[in-house]
């Protein structure tokens, strides 16, 4: 079983500057993925990016980059750039490699608000 | 030409009532999944499907049972519902089951339960 701790509830941040999500996971499994999810306020999840955890290099998508410290256990997504339609809840989630067709475990979930 | 579907977009009903909620993906995946937010926004797994085995979450009542009549949907059925149930459930489809395997949400159907 996989355990997702997002420690920021929300975040305040001006437009155009840079935003680090939190993102720590416990897990006893040696194979994971780690992914991360936007839902803006009209309610879609909308997949971001995905790391494995035998990746070597960080994932990274356009704007999104994931800060993956393995011995720390930590998956923070970094926002280059924030823009104001990045205001959303941010999920972090995880999934073991062996765990069949389990679905993801989730975190609670940071609220980021873009200031302009 | 959606990719992962879901039917009604909005349920209200009665404590006591049966509904089902549907779900259709046309990506071609094979893994199916519910799962339920609740108020706080919590996101849990509900049940993972393929054309293999069905994993039920152990915290998830038997009313509520999903069904599958082909590889492109599966269905949610949820009897006597309770004021509890009232959340956003979102389906979700996988091209397998691996931990690298991106899942694909639908836009979630918000039930409310009087």
């Known amino acids: 079983a996989q355990k997702i701790t997002q420690t920021q509830p929300g975040m305040f941040v001006q437009e155009k500057e840079a935003v680090t999500l939190d993102c720590t996971y416990d897990t006893s499994d040696p194979s994971y993925g780690l992914f991360w999810y936007k839902q803006p306020s009209s309610g879609e999840m909308i997949f971001l990016i995905y790391?494995?955890?035998?990746?070597?290099q960080n994932a990274t998508e356009g704007r999104y980059s994931l800060n993956f410290q393995k011995a720390r256990k930590s998956a923070n997504l970094v926002i280059s750039a924030s823009q104001l339609g990045d205001s959303a809840m941010y999920f972090c989630a995880a999934k073991a490699a062996g765990g069949g067709a389990d679905g993801l475990t989730f975190g609670k979930g940071t609220h980021l608000i873009i200031q302009p | 030409d959606t990719a992962v579907s879901q039917t009604p977009k909005y349920l209200v009903t009665q404590m006591g009532n049966d509904k089902s909620i549907k779900c259709e993906q046309n990506?071609?995946?094979?893994?199916m999944y519910w799962y339920k937010q609740d108020s706080k926004k919590f996101l849990k797994i509900m049940f993972s499907y393929n054309n293999k085995e069905l994993i039920i979450n152990e915290t998830v009542p038997n009313r509520f049972s999903p069904k599958s009549p082909d590889k492109a949907h599966l269905n949610l059925h949820i009897n006597s519902l309770e004021l509890g149930d009232s959340a956003v459930y979102f389906c979700?489809?996988?091209?397998?089951?691996?931990?690298?395997?991106?899942?694909?949400f639908g836009p979630g159907t918000r039930l409310l339960v009087l």
């Open positions: 979700a489809s996988s091209q397998g089951e691996g931990s690298w395997e991106t899942q694909y």
């Open positions: 990506l071609g995946h094979d893994t």
């Open positions: 790391q494995g955890s035998y990746d070597q």
